[in-house]
Each structure stands twice: as C-alpha cells, then as structure tokens.
C-alpha cells in the first residue's frame, strides 16, 4: 500500500453506516477501509501513513460547474467584482490605464451592473476612465461585454450584425453600437483581437490556480466548455506534471454547430482530465435580458430562445444522447427548464452518465417532479442568489418582479423532492471555495456577514445535503458510484472541522488538512 490516512471522524458517504478511522490506499484506488488497528497489518516497507488525529474526512469535494481554462482569460487584467458603484469602477480602470501606452489594450471582469442603476449600459462610463484606448470589460455573468469605441474601431463594429445565435451589438436609435456586447457572438467580434498569454504560459496559470483549488479541499471539477486551444493549454500542463485535481470537460456545441463532430471527442483526455459530455445553451442570463421567460421581464426582454431554431437544439441532443453522450444544457428561465426537461423526456440516461440542467435560477413548482421522474441532474450554484438582494431592488429581481424572484434557486424543494442536486460555483462568476459554498448552501446569504439578509432562506440545505452536492451527488453526476470503499477513487477531503456539525459561518474559513487526488497528496499544510 502507497498511503493510509487516519482520522478520528470520516464521512464515508458509502451508504453503510460503518465506522471508519482508517482509509488504505494502492495505485490511486481505497484498497480498504477499517480503524488505527487495522493500520498496522496494511502497512508495508514504503506505506506513508498520515494520521490527521482530530480532523474530518470526506470523499473529495469535486466542483459541479467552472471554467479553470476558460477562466484564465475572463480574469484577465483588472478586478473589478469588489467595485459597488460607478465611481469605484471608473477608479480602478483609471488606475490601471495610467501605466499604459494610449494604444494599450485594458481588460477587465466581474463588472456588476447594478452599478450603472437606472442608466443604461453603455461604454461612456468606462471611456472617461480609460480614455480613447482599447478596453473590454466583461460583466460579472461573463454573457456580456462593454468595449469602449477604440475596441470597436479595431474589430471593425460600426452597427447591427446578425448571428446563429440570440446575441447582439445592442446599438442606440441612430444604429450606433453603444459599447454593450450581448451573448457570445457578439462578444468575440472584438474579443478575438485581445491580446492572449501564449500556451505556455497559460498553462503554468492554470496549474498554480489547480494548487489553489486544491488548498480549498476541491480534488475535482466538471469543466463546462472546451474553446480554442483549451485542450493544448490542458495538455500543455500535464506536461509540467500531475494536475491537482480531476477535470471532466463539456465542449460547446452552440447553434449551427456539428454536433456529430463532438462524438468521437468523448473518452480523449490525459492522466487526470477527459472529454465527457456536451455543454449547450438554451438561453443567456436574466441581468442581461437574455434569458427565456414564459412571460417577457419588466423591460420587455427575456422573451426568446438562445437558439433561434428551438427545434434544431434538440435534434442536436438527441442525435448525441443516441450515441450515448451525456449532455448538459444551460436553462436559466423558466421557459428555457421546461423546453429542455421536454427535449429530455423520454431519452432515459445515457450509460455514461445521466443528462443534466445548469443553474435553474427561477423554477415553477411543476417542474419540480419532472426532474425526478425523467432522472435530470440539477446542477446548481447557490452562491449566485448573492447577486440578489432578499428585498427585490437588484436588477435581476426588478426584471423578473416579486413572483418569479421568489422562485429563486429552489435547492432544497428540488432536494426535498428527491432529485439530484450537484453544487459548484461556476467560476469565475463566483469564488470556488467550496467551504464557502458549502456554507452558504446552508445560509443562503454570503458566509460571515450575519448582517446580510438571506435569499430565500427556506430554500437552505441541511450540511449533509450540501456535503453530498459536492461528493456523492458529483460523482453520480459523472455516472460513478461516490464514497469511500473499497475500490472507490483514493480522492480525499480533510476538514480540520466537522462539515456536519461546525457552524456555517465558522466552516467557511476551517483549514483544509489535507488533499488527496488519485492517492496522491496534492495539498498538506
């Protein structure tokens, strides 16, 4: 045996109730499972045997949703997801512009758009910080972009454009494009002409940012997309060495794609990440006006399907569920649930792993049973309801009004209701510690500020719930069975405290002991 790890207190999650302080480990895999006094006839001539004394074991938290690689380059440049008014943004673009030659580009992300209030969206704001340079500025729900004139200049956007998909260069009365970006066409008009980190450097990026996901406990993550040269960046990596952590990866297939050409992708990979499943979107976002609502929002918006043939997204699941593909739709508005688990129906689980919806951030009580009934994961962040303020004055509240807000990332009746419910953050939209999220899957407002008052906090998990969003549920989600066992994974979580009985508040900051992924220590304080 290469590793024992011994705790006084271990969550199995396996379903049997047995006591265990000991976890054997060979060649990745648990070999055995049993208390100290079983450490003494596993051990052998090599056996690293670390014991953890009063710390907590789990099965290795893996993140339902984010975007590592992606990731890189929507984090570029300037933060500015802290900035809660107009004033704070424009002070820290200034700030950054003003070590820069006229003609450098300025990038910059998490923009919030409550910021701009009453006002439109519009790059005018962003100019009188950065002056007549190249900027582009991604706002925090990373379906939309504000570029300032000199950026347009550069991609050659002087008016409308049309697209396959529900996106657009949103322009004032004159057919003058007003700097905001809507949807992912849109968006890379001008984000193909932002200068990009080399693979080499990205992928050196990308392992520091692994190590710091692994220091949180993550020993995993269903990546939701592979553009571009992810793969060679991924690759590129693995090459330096081990990742931190697993990655399964989703590549887009967005409208008039070749879905038939993302078959024979499924299963490639390296040591620790692989292609499995595809990511669709069957809308955009609700701050945005892109989303699919059964009844268009307060400005008229939301009103239409990400595709603009809802039919050929379909064909496009079934010709790849029929191949045994697993796919993930991303379904925000309530029109936009019901015409997935409605293109779902029917196909039964595929034998890799079941089909699943991403985010559900307002969802009718009759669809509820639905997602049970045809075996739908619900892939779900409950960090993003921070995005939202309990008394309804946030943009995404105002839109949908009091009824469809209070439908608001209903966690636990979809848990209640005996469907699967896997929790992530979608990062970058939101931090990855999944501490945090853990916590507030149970707060329902952001961990460590009593004061903030909680969004729908009926809709609260119990810390088992949220410990399987992250375990069990995750690994079902991947078509495997989670836990530790014999034969399981040998991917670990250490808490210094006791995710089942430490107060959310004081587990969102707890150390993390130690992280183990394929029987390897990838993070010991």
Request: aromatic share 4%; glycine share 10%.
């Amino acid at each position: 045996m290469n590793l024992v790890v011994c705790a006084d207190t271990v969550h199995t999650l396996a379903g049997d109730g047995r006591p265990v302080e000991a976890i054997a480990i060979t060649d990745g895999v648990v070999t055995a499972v049993g208390d100290r006094r079983d450490v003494r006839d596993w051990r052998g001539p090599g056996t690293e045997v670390v014991d953890l004394g009063g710390a907590t074991v789990t099965p290795g938290l893996v993140d339902g949703h984010l975007h590592p690689v992606m990731g890189l380059q929507l984090t570029a440049d300037v933060d500015l997801s802290a900035a809660r008014s107009l004033g704070e943004v424009q002070a820290l673009l200034a700030a950054a512009a003003a070590g820069r030659p006229a003609d450098a580009w300025l990038q910059a992300w998490g923009l919030d758009p409550n910021v701009f209030g009453d006002r439109p969206v519009t790059s005018a704001p962003i100019e009188a910080a950065v002056g007549d340079r190249p900027a582009f500025v991604r706002l925090f729900d990373a379906h939309s972009a504000v570029a300032t004139p000199a950026a347009l200049r550069i991609a050659g956007v002087d008016g409308p454009r049309s697209f396959a998909q529900r996106s657009s260069v949103v322009c004032d009365e004159h057919g003058r494009p007003t700097g905001l970006l809507l949807e992912a066409a849109a968006m890379e008009l001008v984000a193909g002409h932002v200068p990009r980190e080399p693979v080499a450097a990205r992928a050196a990026r990308l392992r520091a940012l692994l190590g710091e996901m692994a220091a949180t406990g993550l020993t995993g993550g269903h990546v939701m997309d592979l553009l571009g040269d992810s793969a060679e960046v991924v690759a590129a990596a693995e090459d330096l060495g081990d990742l931190p952590l697993r990655l399964r990866f989703a590549p887009w297939c967005e409208p008039g794609a070749d879905a038939e050409a993302l078959i024979p992708l499924q299963g490639r990979g390296g040591r620790r990440w692989e292609i499995a499943g595809v990511k669709f979107f069957i809308d955009g976002t609700i701050d945005n006006g892109t989303a699919w609502l059964e009844e268009p929002d307060a400005h008229g918006e939301s009103a239409e399907c990400f595709w603009t043939d809802p039919a050929a997204y379909t064909k496009a699941v079934h010709l790849l569920a029929a191949a045994g593909v697993p796919t993930a739709t991303h379904a925000i508005g309530d029109a936009a649930v019901r015409y997935v688990l409605e293109t779902l129906d029917g196909l039964g689980r595929p034998a890799a792993a079941p089909h699943r919806i991403e985010h559900i951030e307002t969802l009718p009580t009759e669809l509820i049973g639905r997602f049970r009934r045809q075996g739908v994961v619900a892939s779900m962040q409950p960090s993003h309801s921070h995005f939202t303020r309990a008394d309804h004055t946030d943009n995404w509240s105002s839109r949908l009004g009091g009824e469809r807000a209070g439908r608001a990332w209903r966690c636990r009746d979809l848990r209640d209701a005996g469907v699967p419910v896997v929790l992530g953050s979608d990062w970058p939209i939101a931090p990855f510690d999944p501490r945090r999220i853990l916590a507030e899957a149970q707060l329902r407002r952001p961990a460590g500020e009593p004061e903030v008052p909680p969004v729908r906090p009926d809709q609260g998990l119990t810390p088992l719930m949220a410990l399987e969003g992250y375990t069990s549920l995750a690994a079902l989600a991947a078509g495997r069975t989670g836990g530790i066992r014999a034969g399981a994974r040998a991917d670990l979580t250490a808490f210094t405290l006791d995710p089942l009985r430490t107060a959310p508040d004081e587990l969102a900051d707890a150390p993390i002991a130690l992280t183990v992924v394929d029987g390897t220590i990838v993070h010991r304080p």
